[in-house]
């Protein structure tokens, strides 16, 4: 029996995450387990960036298309290493990805999340914020961090 029957990966399409979602396929593959890709879309960095109502519907528009772009790409990328995958859109405005990140793994019965991470430290990872350690603190399975 294999240890994982289902994995969800996180993507947003930066290397970090990229190097994440191989090895999450290639766990998959290895495992026989079935594959959840998500990606979080944060409708708040719409409104913060914008001045006016049409600039935001244009930009949450944007937003989305590149979500579901990111999302397309990631279950591709499976589909072609022999791997079925779902893809997940989650969009949110303001709050925390870790905590989307959370709440989505406990929906789809995941007993594992991987996640790319830019293994940033000290004042860097302090301004920046680590959506990689609050998942890390909150999930209810293991997860896999893959350094970029």
């Known amino acids: ?3 994982y029957r289902r994995i ?3 993507v947003d399409g930066s290397a970090a995450a990229n190097r994440g979602l191989r090895e999450a396929i290639r766990l998959a593959k290895a ?3 079935g594959l959840v890709i998500l990606h979080v879309v944060n409708e708040f960095h719409a409104y913060a960036l914008a001045e006016n ?3 935001v519907a244009s930009l949450h528009g944007e937003l989305r298309r590149a979500g579901e772009g990111i999302a397309d790409k990631a279950r591709a990328l499976a589909r072609r290493s022999g791997v079925e995958a779902k ?3 989650r969009e949110m405005f303001g709050g925390s990805v870790a905590a989307q990140i959370v709440r989505e793994a406990k929906k789809q019965r995941s007993d594992l999340i991987v996640l790319g991470t830019h293994g940033r430290r000290g004042v860097r990872r302090l301004v ?3 959506d990689a350690e609050g998942v890390v603190r ?3 399975v293991p997860v896999l961090l893959v350094r970029e």
């Open 1 to 3: 029996m294999s240890a």
């Open 31 to 33: 495992e026989g387990a």
């Open 53 to 55: 109502g049409g600039y």
């Open 8 to 10: 969800l990966a996180a």
């Open 128 to 130: 920046l914020g680590s």
């Open 138 to 140: 909150s999930a209810p």
């Open 87 to 89: 893809s997940v859109l």
